[in-house]
């Protein structure tokens, strides 16, 4: 059964105070490492997909990397708006599978 | 650029009753996932389609059905209503099984059952 376990839970920074958020994950057939920010209320906006182990993915802030079995989403001197609940989810089958997602990780930038 | 619409944004309904959320995907895309997520939970994944055909189930409920539509559309169906069934549900769309398989979610249903 595929898992995938995020960490930490929460996670205060202060503003400019850089540091990653964990992703690690078993599964029988990696089809694509997704991670996702969502705000309260709202649905996922997407930010990065990973298809293979060495990939490394990087807009504004964030950089995302991929291992056999763990991703990271490092993000480099956070503002505020960066405050959000981050989500990694993968997709393991073939097809228009559902995705599986972990618990997530909730970030808190502190101006 | 366009993105996933949903509606209604908000719904309240009483236990036992029945509800119809639809789902309108990103222009040219032809696949759709629907997730429920409660309060402090993930997304958990509840049913797919692809071109109109039923592609994947996940943990949907017997008392819920869904369909995709000639224009890509879907809804989904749910009935006898139960308190627990209150949370946001969110569909999402992709383009395509063999194109690029990146899932973009709607702004969600709010759902609560009194």
């Known amino acids: 059964e595929d898992q995938v376990t995020q960490s930490p839970e929460a996670l205060r920074l202060q503003e400019g105070e850089s540091s990653s958020l964990n992703c690690s994950y078993t599964?029988?057939?990696?089809?694509?490492l997704f991670w996702y920010r969502q705000d309260p209320g709202k649905g996922p906006e997407f930010l990065f997909t990973l298809y293979s182990a060495g990939e490394e993915k990087e807009k504004e802030r964030l950089k995302a990397t991929l291992t056999k079995k763990e991703s990271f989403l490092h993000i480099t001197a956070p503002k505020p708006e960066d405050s959000a609940t981050y989500l990694c989810a993968l997709d393991s089958g073939g097809g228009a599978d559902g995705l599986t997602f972990g618990k997530g990780t909730h970030l808190i930038i502190q101006p | 650029a366009a993105g996933v619409i949903q509606s209604p944004r908000h719904l309240i309904k009483e236990k036992r009753e029945t509800a119809t959320l639809k789902c309108y995907p990103i222009p040219r895309h032809d696949t759709v996932y629907w997730y429920q997520q409660g309060p402090g939970q993930d997304p958990q994944f509840l049913i797919s389609f692809y071109e109109k055909m039923q592609s994947d189930k996940g943990s949907i409920p017997d008392r819920f059905s869904a369909q995709q539509f000639s224009d890509y559309h879907s809804e989904l169906n749910m009935s006898s209503l139960e308190l627990g069934d209150s949370a946001l549900y969110f569909c999402a769309s992709s383009l395509g099984l063999a194109g690029s398989d990146t899932q973009y979610f709607g702004p969600g249903t709010r759902l609560t059952v009194l």
């Open positions: 599964v029988s057939g990696l089809r694509g």
